[in-house]
């Protein structure tokens, strides 16, 4: 069954450093997501990307995030200046309809803000 | 009005047993549905999902009710096994947009 991978799985990195965190979607799949998960608490939207450009974001998605897809196959996420309330499960996810019922999410990266 | 509302926060039951979860949500826009389950260390993965058309969707032993006049829709996890311990939330989307907002999230312990 096709896979949406994440790297890393765990993240530690410095307050007001830069991370990156990488996605490979489904191959055929056309539109992508990212969420996160503060520990113990609900899954919240952060953004979603189609046709190489921003659908729709939520108000936790401000100028410290920006996300790419530099290449055919990836698709990342950047933090710009890492804050300790950064420290979350990130989940990506990609879709072949934009419909919600297509999702398809990767096992996370557990991002440690120290 | 964005919220989704999910209880309980944890369960146990007996194998065997009934798993019980609710949900409510408040806005009206919302007519997609489902249920995720998460086990530790992996991301959700689609359960089950309803869209408001119907009232109750079953799928082996998992039952989406849904009550369109009260804004509330449940996950009945029918002879719970151990295998069924995991989180699970419930979420809702505008079928027009892709964007899941997600309840709170239940863990469920079944017992052997």
């Known amino acids: 069954e096709p896979e949406v991978t994440q790297t890393p799985s765990h993240q530690v990195t410095q307050m007001g450093q830069e991370v990156i965190l990488r996605c490979v979607p489904i191959s055929n799949h056309l539109y992508f997501y990212w969420y996160r998960q503060i520990l113990g608490q609900k899954v919240e939207f952060l953004v979603s990307f189609y046709n190489n450009e921003i659908s729709e974001k939520s108000e936790i998605f401000d100028d410290q995030f920006s996300v790419e897809r530099p290449d055919g196959s990836n698709f990342t996420l950047k933090i710009r200046s890492t804050k300790l309330e950064d420290s979350a499960m990130y989940f990506c996810a990609s879709s072949s309809s934009g419909l919600a019922g297509g999702y398809t999410f990767g096992s996370g990266t557990r991002l440690t803000v120290v | 009005q964005q919220q989704v509302k999910q209880s309980p926060q944890s369960l146990i039951v007996q194998k065997g047993g009934i798993s019980i979860i609710n949900c409510a949500y408040e806005?009206?826009?919302?007519?997609?549905f489902p249920w995720y389950q998460q086990f530790p260390g992996k991301g959700p993965a689609l359960l089950i999902a309803?869209?408001?058309?119907?009232s109750e969707k079953k799928e082996g032993r998992f039952t989406i009710s849904f009550n369109k006049s009260a804004k509330q829709f449940s996950l009945h996890i029918m002879d719970s096994q151990p295998g069924d311990s995991a989180t699970y939330f419930c979420a809702a989307s505008r079928a027009a947009g892709n964007k899941l907002t997600f309840g709170g999230g239940t863990r469920v312990l079944v017992k052997p």
């Open positions: 806005n009206t826009a919302f007519d997609y």
């Open positions: 309803i869209r408001p058309d119907v």
